[in-house]
Antibody, heavy 125, light 107 residues
Framework: QVQLQESGPGLVKPSQTLSLTCTVS??????????WSWIRQPAGKGLEWIGR???????NYNPSLKSRVTISVDTSKNQFSLKLSSVTAADTAVYYC?????????????????WGQGTLVTVSS | AIWMTQSPSLLSASTGDRVTISCRMS??????LAWYQQKPGKAPELLIY???TLQSGVPSRFSGSGSGTDFTLTISCLQSEDFATYYC?????????FGQGTKVEIK
């Protein structure tokens, strides 16, 4: 069974770049027709979709973050990553990585079905 | 972006109750809607996709219905492990968006 695990600094200073990595185990990140997503959740609030990537390198980003976000994939390490630049306190949240499928029975994209446990990132000086 | 109105935001219920949560879209999304359950300190878990298809392993007391702009999640007989927060999510168009959440608490 596939498992996802986020890792990265738990504290980032304002104006700096938040960098997180999601390590995929239990299967190759390149196998199948999967996409790999980042989603975040400020404390006590709802979920915000950040973006996603296919192993082909094709990406989709949330326009509200697009100018600051980069998602990349490293198939040799079975990992994908998130970089969010120029962070402020508003970027403080639990960040989740997740996997979704792209199949005919979903009519294209399926919603994310495997999620990491999440990692808290605090933006503070 | 497609906006979603999820209601109610808080639902007080007892074990054994039938509960219903609504999600209304600002525009039609066909059946590209998912429902998630989230417990405190945990990642969301996918319950339903394509508006009404039960994810593997999810109990049959959960059901989803609707298409276009109006969707419903129903729990037919609430169990103790069902007290959690529920979110709808549209994956019809980017950016994918989530509802504000419905917390189901013990009455």
């Amino acid at each position: 069974q596939v498992q996802l695990q986020e890792s990265g600094p738990g504290l980032v200073k304002p104006s700096q770049t938040l960098s997180l990595t999601c390590t995929v185990s239990g299967g190759s990140i390149s196998s199948g027709s999967y996409y790999w997503s980042w989603i975040r959740q400020p404390a006590g609030k709802g979920l915000e979709w950040i973006g996603r990537i296919y192993t082909s390198g094709s990406t989709n980003y949330n326009p509200s973050l697009k100018s600051r976000v980069t998602i990349s994939v490293d198939t040799s390490k079975n990992q994908f990553s998130l970089k969010l630049s120029s962070v402020t306190a508003a970027d403080t949240a639990v960040y989740y990585c997740a996997r979704g499928d792209h199949t005919s029975y979903c009519g294209g994209d399926c919603p994310p079905d495997y999620w990491g446990q999440g990692t808290l990132v605090t933006v503070s000086s | 972006a497609i906006w979603m109105t999820q209601s109610p935001s808080l639902l007080s219920a007892s074990t054994g109750d039938r509960v219903t949560i609504s999600c209304r879209m600002s525009q039609g999304i066909s059946s590209y809607l998912a429902w998630y359950q989230q417990k405190p300190g945990k990642a969301p878990e996918l319950l339903i996709y394509a508006a009404s298809t039960l994810q593997s392993g999810v109990p049959s007391r959960f059901s989803g219905s609707g298409s276009g702009t109006d969707f419903t999640l129903t729990i037919s007989c609430l169990q103790s492990e069902d007290f959690a927060t529920y979110y709808c999510q549209q994956y019809y168009s980017f950016p994918w968006t989530f509802g504000q959440g419905t917390k189901v608490e013990i009455k």
